[in-house]
């Protein structure tokens, strides 16, 4: 079965804090994502990390750094964010790509809400 | 570039009745297609995907066979239940290249049924 972990499900955090969102997955992919989603929209991709270095920034601002210390984890740093930035953040892990492409799965999502 | 787009929702449906979402995608490149459900305040699920033209994926009595002389990926379900009330997103992603990670996600179709 499927399975990409997060946590926390809800976070609540002042803009000067610091917190971290963290996701596991143990399908032995190589391809880690962050995406982003407001209500009633689809999500955004934010970063992809392969092989455990990051590939892909979609010019996402410095105030989200991700994370990757092991082919398993994904973490994303969060510092001194917006109202904005509230929004559910997706973990989401997929195979090596290839002929006919990859599938991508994701986790249940950590709940942001900065005040 | 790459897009996807889905039909207009919500779509409000009596329990047992026929579903169809429409769902049409460019034709870059050699796409997987997938049907992704969101339920309510959850993160999202694999529905299911087709991988190269007339291939049909097939899930919880839910189907979509990929077409390429229309560019579709239609959503079907022939008698649906209040539990199948949920956010639908139809994506496509490349085979590998620079385009490695990145689904294009259609704008979501609401579905809501009543008993």
């Known amino acids: 079965d499927t399975e990409v972990t997060q946590t926390p499900k809800h976070l609540v955090m002042g803009m000067t804090n610091k917190k971290s969102l963290k996701c596991e997955q143990h399908?032995?992919?190589?391809?880690m994502y962050w995406y982003k989603q407001k209500a009633k929209k689809p999500p955004e991709l934010m970063f992809v990390y392969s092989y455990e270095k990051l590939s892909i920034n979609e010019s996402v601002p410095s105030r989200f750094s991700p994370e990757c210390p092991n082919s398993s984890l994904l973490n994303l740093h969060l510092h001194a964010l917006q109202p904005e930035d509230s929004a559910l953040y997706l973990c989401a892990s997929s195979g090596p790509t290839g002929v006919g492409g990859n599938t991508i799965y994701f986790g249940e999502g950590s709940w942001l809400t900065v005040v | 570039g790459d897009s996807v787009t889905q039909m207009e929702g919500p779509v409000t449906l009596s329990e047992e009745a026929f579903l169809t979402i429409n769902c049409t995608y460019t034709a870059t490149g050699y796409p997987s297609l997938f049907w992704y459900v969101q339920y309510p305040g959850e993160g999202l699920q694999l529905l299911l995907k087709a991988t190269k033209a007339d291939d049909k994926g097939s899930n919880k009595g839910f189907e979509a066979t990929y077409r390429k002389e229309t560019t579709s990926f239609h959503l079907e379900k022939g008698s649906v239940q209040v539990s199948d009330s949920a956010v639908y997103f139809c994506?496509?992603?490349?085979?590998?290249?620079?385009?490695?990670?990145?689904?294009?996600f259609g704008q979501g179709t609401i579905l809501t049924v009543h008993p």
């Open positions: 994506a496509r992603i490349n085979a590998g290249g620079t385009s490695y990670g990145k689904l294009t």
């Open positions: 399908m032995g992919h190589r391809a």
